[in-house]
């Protein structure tokens, strides 16, 4: 971009968007650094991963079993609820009921069609995961 001041012209960088992005896989290809606010707020776990040491490896071990159980189940039952008819029950006493889309990779949002509120009916929303307590469907 130019810009003329009298006689002169100045020349300006274009104005460009910045995406932040979190920090990258360490140099042992090992995953997102475990030291970044990213890490710490999706991944934590009851024991420090710098603090990992032979003494408490088989408790990591178990920890890291369990952990990976308990997120298979809830993918199957994501995976479950495709197209069904949903009874999310949520802060406040409220519950709204919605035909089940998707979830975002990181489970923050799920989408839903026909969302019955007490308010009305939204034909498409996005339902934010820390705003619900519970879900319920018929299988």
Same mark, same amino acid.
């Given at each position: @971009?130019?810009?003329?001041?009298?006689?002169?012209?100045?020349? @300006?960088?274009?104005?460009?968007?910045?995406? *932040?992005?979190?920090?990258?896989?360490?140099?042992?290809?090992?995953?997102?650094?475990?030291?970044?606010?990213?890490?710490?707020?999706?991944?934590?776990?009851?024991?420090?991963?710098?603090?990992?040491? #032979?003494?408490?490896?088989?408790?990591?071990? @178990?920890?890291? $079993?369990?952990?990976?159980?308990? *997120? #298979?189940?809830?993918?199957?039952?994501?995976?479950? @609820?495709?197209?069904?008819?949903?009874?999310? $029950?949520? $802060?406040?006493?409220?519950?709204? #009921?919605?035909?089940?889309?998707?979830?975002?990779?990181?489970?923050?949002?799920?989408?839903?069609?026909?969302? $019955?509120?007490?308010?009305?009916?939204?034909? #498409?929303?996005?339902?934010?995961?820390?705003?619900?307590?519970?879900?319920?469907?018929?299988?």
């Amino acid at each position: @971009m130019q810009l003329l001041r009298g006689n002169k012209r100045l020349k @300006m960088a274009t104005p460009v968007s910045v995406l *932040r992005l979190p920090k990258g896989p360490d140099p042992n290809s090992r995953g997102f650094d475990p030291t970044s606010p990213r890490f710490i707020a999706l991944c934590r776990t009851s024991i420090p991963t710098s603090a990992a040491s #032979e003494s408490n490896a088989e408790q990591l071990q @178990m920890e890291q $079993h369990a952990r990976s159980v308990l *997120r #298979e189940s809830f993918l199957r039952c994501l995976l479950s @609820m495709n197209n069904k008819k949903v009874q999310f $029950h949520m $802060h406040e006493r409220v519950t709204v #009921e919605a035909t089940f889309g998707a979830s975002d990779i990181d489970v923050l949002n799920f989408q839903v069609s026909d969302l $019955h509120t007490p308010i009305g009916v939204q034909k #498409e929303a996005l339902i934010r995961s820390q705003d619900v307590i519970s879900f319920t469907f018929d299988a």
